[in-house]
């Protein structure tokens, strides 16, 4: 007999809570000192644990109080054998972190990684509906991959002075 959705769902928040409580405690271990901005290097996984735990929480919530809502009901005929892999989204995800290592130095941090968001979204839509994508869906994660990368690459480069691959001298880009 199977697990219930209740108990799987509930599973993953305590999964997704104890990720937290492990970065957490990681976090204990670095150093609090403030640097240059006045943030210390624990700021960063302070912060990914504390949102880790707040996304477990309400997680749980859902999962107590119906589970995922809204949902279309699965066809018969649509659903995968369980354990079923979908290599193609398999390979999209893993091309998409080789091409990151392979490209960062040259094109540096913002775009490299601009481009492993798109691929890796992609390799999740074949893994989801094996569908095709349409332009507009490329052109818009690489919009939302642009939108992370580089506030990632300010934060870590201009307040935390961690040196990461630029495609400029300038440390903008």
């Not at 066809?75 to 989204?89: K, L, S, T």
């Not at 994660?141 to 939108?147: I, N, R, S, T």
Request: aromatic content about 12%.
């Amino acid at each position: 007999m199977g697990w219930s959705n209740k108990v799987r769902q509930s599973a993953v928040a305590l999964a997704v809570l104890g990720l937290a409580g492990v970065l957490a405690f990681g976090a204990m271990d670095i150093s609090s000192e403030a640097g240059y901005a006045g943030i210390g290097p624990n700021f960063l996984p302070w912060l990914v644990a504390a949102g880790l735990a707040v996304i477990a929480i309400f997680l749980g919530f859902e999962a107590q109080t119906g589970g995922f809502r809204d949902m279309p009901e699965a066809q018969a005929d649509e659903v995968p054998p369980p354990g079923a892999p979908c290599w193609r989204g398999f390979a999209w995800m893993s091309g998409a972190l080789l091409l990151n290592a392979a490209l960062i130095t040259s094109i540096g941090f913002i775009l490299s990684c601009t481009l492993c968001f798109a691929c890796a979204a992609h390799g999740l839509r074949q893994a989801q509906s094996g569908a095709p994508q349409s332009l507009g869906s490329w052109f818009s994660d690489l919009a939302v991959g642009l939108l992370i990368a580089a506030p990632v690459f300010w934060m870590f480069t201009k307040f935390l002075a961690i040196s990461l691959p630029g495609l400029t001298r300038s440390g903008w880009l």
